[in-house]
């Protein structure tokens, strides 16, 4: 655990890689690396998004920045969003999986993907209004 | 998107600061802002988390390093993982949780109260021999 | 499947047994007994929730009854919640756990808590209560 | 809640919709109607997942009856599961949905959509034979 919290600039900075480094020595140091198959840590990852809404279920729409909530709900919040991230690098690490290239990769494939979409649906407009144009021009010049 | 997939190294290296930061643009770019509430965010979350347990349902218990897994569903597994992620920085970020210091302190949160547990059950364990050395003692004494 | 769908009235009527009866026919006919272990049913059932919260993502806050939906959003709906039921009916038969008498017996359990903790803050309240009246008489005798 | 556990043989044959008229009841009688809204439910109804799945969690496989479970933890899964159940009835009612039609109605869709599957496989398999059929014939004659 030497390295952690040692001051907020470096907390911020963590990466992906250092946060799996730290899990799998945590298991290894805790004789854990039996329990931790693939599907035991994503059952562990849905338990952990269980109890993230849980903290969200009796609230109704929440405005962004939670301004009415107190420190203590912040705090568990921050503790629940943190579980599922721990079991979420853990379970991709012993998947084989390296989520540190896999997330940005998957962002790109989202900009392209939305890219198409608007594409798509902007080529259906334009021939849209260009059928209406001939259709125009046909009615006009067949109603000469 | 700059500096996204530029190489390997910086992929691996990427902080949740930085997928913060692209996830933000992402939004902004897009007018998405309206749709990014905590509540839509912790639902698009939970159905990422729907898809990745999909890909695992069928196959009974899965060995670690998914040595019979096809590239195609590794490809697939990792972007299922990513999407799981992306919202969970997103989430983070709307709701002013700093993901990057909090998975740090819950993981040595959860070092804490795995020693405590450990001394806990030690020291039940020691006071019980020590019981029976006790018991075993009056058991021999008034046994004279 | 004979019988389902006959009338109004039988399909409202439907009991658990009877949803449990059809699934392990429906499993049986198909060859899908060896699938069917409990962890597998469980992420499936986990899939099926994710499906379900697809639905309401990016809705913000809905009002009950879904005024603004339309018909073929409803019966999206009818389905995703549906899929969840059979498979939690699934998952509770290859358990051997009878969820026709564990459910009403956890509704009487939830109501015997929730009972127990009215009684405690309402004696808790009383306590209360009665030590601002010991100390209000102690003030005001004191005072004299 | 009269009626609830009056014998075995009722409590196995409870329909859905006397379990939605008790969970109605057991809000009204609470005031909990107020709480009642589709989205909080559907988290409610994710946190219960979330514990149903932390029982399966680092269990590994488990054979079907659960032959290795004791008493409490079969108790214990029957509750949870139970819980999953009870905010799935009270969602699909706020929803306006009758899930004891929707169920039935979707469990024959499944048969359906299986049979097209199983179909269009075997007409698939036809074809292929056929093909090679028609191809054997062609190499046969252009061979001589």
Not at 72 to 80: I, P, R, V
Not at 95 to 113: D, F
Not at 130 to 139: A, M, N, P
Request: contains cysteine; proline residues 3%; aromatic residues 10%.
């Amino acid at each position: 655990m030497a390295g952690v919290g040692v001051g907020v600039a470096e907390g911020e900075a963590v990466t992906l890689q250092e946060l799996k480094k730290k899990m799998a020595e945590f298991s290894r140091e805790r004789d854990w690396e039996h329990f931790h198959s693939p599907r035991n840590l994503l059952l562990a990852l849905v338990g952990a998004v269980g109890e993230l809404s849980e903290i969200f279920q009796w609230k109704g729409e929440v405005p962004r920045g939670l301004p009415y909530w107190n420190e203590e709900e912040k705090q568990h919040l921050g503790e629940e969003l943190s579980d599922v991230l721990l079991y979420l690098v853990r379970l991709s690490d012993v998947c084989g999986i390296e989520l540190g290239k896999a997330a940005p990769r998957k962002l790109e494939l989202n900009a392209i993907k939305y890219q198409v979409l608007v594409l798509y649906y902007s080529l259906l407009s334009e021939l849209s209004t260009l059928s209406y144009v001939i259709l125009g021009y046909r009615v006009t010049t067949s109603s000469i």
